[in-house]
């Protein structure tokens, strides 16, 4: 019998995670990181403000109701929290678009970013990336009555939506010029254009496609060729190269004591996707 907060019987719950589920990160009160500015400022602040996504199912979403975020990169927002001695529970999250993230983390509006950000050479030139904690890959959303769309060299002549100053929308745009591309500042307005026919195809990450599909099985289903690579970063202060070495520490302790795994477990893995290893993290040198 499917349950409350389950989709059709058989396809994963759309409701978010269980709390019981969820890691619980001891606070390591006695850290300290007097050579980051971004670290001092929260400190001195007594909670770290976090750029995410309150859109994306399993990954960053925000309850209207009760403002609550819930999901995979909240889970690693909040682990790092724990481990650079600062409540997670007090974090407070700003949701922020794909297209803003750059601005954010340089105006000093967030201390750091969790939100399905892909690492990559370009975005390394404004911001410094901790990570990557996962590894994504660039998909197709379609409706369930789409037969002819089986990746992305089936999209010529057919209109496409991504977010603004994402990685997917930028390959579609260099890579299959002959797609009639558009973009929303968010994918959930590409979704609600695929349902009402003004779109035939959403392009983005399989980690945020699995989310939507899951949310209208009957509507929706994820084409299942990714045809990129996109390992997913905590965005930080370019110069604050001690806050990032502090994170990408954080980060493999938390993979190590079974944190990582058992915040996956309770929300991206609900997608039915059993938890990978994670990645290596990459600690690039200061430059
Ligand atoms: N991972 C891709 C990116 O960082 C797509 C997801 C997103 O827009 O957040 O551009």
């Not at 989709?7 to 995670?17: A, I, Q, R, Y």
């Not at 929290?81 to 794909?98: C, E, H, N």
């Not at 890579?175 to 003004?198: E, G, H, M, R």
């Not at 079974?258 to 996707?273: I, Q």
């Amino acid at each position: 019998m499917a349950s409350a907060g389950c989709g059709k019987e058989g396809s994963p719950p759309v409701k978010g995670p269980q709390p019981e589920a969820l890691p619980h990160y001891q606070v390591d009160t006695a850290f300290q990181l007097p050579s980051s500015p971004t670290w001092v400022r929260a400190k001195k602040r007594g909670h770290f403000v976090v750029g995410a996504k309150e859109d994306q199912p399993y990954l960053g979403e925000k309850d209207p109701a009760t403002g609550v975020y819930s999901g995979f990169d909240i889970e690693i927002a909040r682990m790092v929290s724990a481990s650079l001695g600062l409540d997670p529970q007090k974090i407070v999250f700003r949701t922020i678009a794909s297209a803003n993230r750059e601005t954010a983390l340089q105006n000093g509006q967030i201390d750091y970013y969790v939100g399905t950000y892909t690492i990559n050479a370009n975005r390394k030139k404004l911001v410094g990336f901790a990570g990557p904690y996962y590894i994504a890959g660039q998909d197709l959303l379609v409706r369930t009555d789409e037969n002819d769309i089986k990746g992305p060299q089936d999209l010529k002549g057919k209109r496409v939506c991504s977010a603004a100053g994402s990685t997917p929308y930028q390959r579609i745009q260099q890579d299959y010029p002959q797609a009639d591309l558009v973009s929303y500042d968010t994918y959930s307005i590409c979704v609600d254009n695929l349902l009402t026919y003004q779109v035939d195809a959403v392009t983005t990450d399989d980690a945020i496609l699995i989310g939507y599909a899951a949310k209208a099985p009957d509507e929706l289903k994820v084409v299942g060729a990714p045809f990129s690579q996109e390992p997913y970063g905590i965005g930080v202060p370019r110069p604050d190269n001690a806050f990032r070495f502090a994170i990408d520490d954080a980060l493999e302790a938390n993979e190590k004591n079974g944190n990582w795994k058992k915040a996956y477990d309770a929300t991206l893995g609900l997608s039915g996707v059993p938890a990978p290893t994670p990645p290596p993290i990459d600690r690039y040198p200061a430059s």
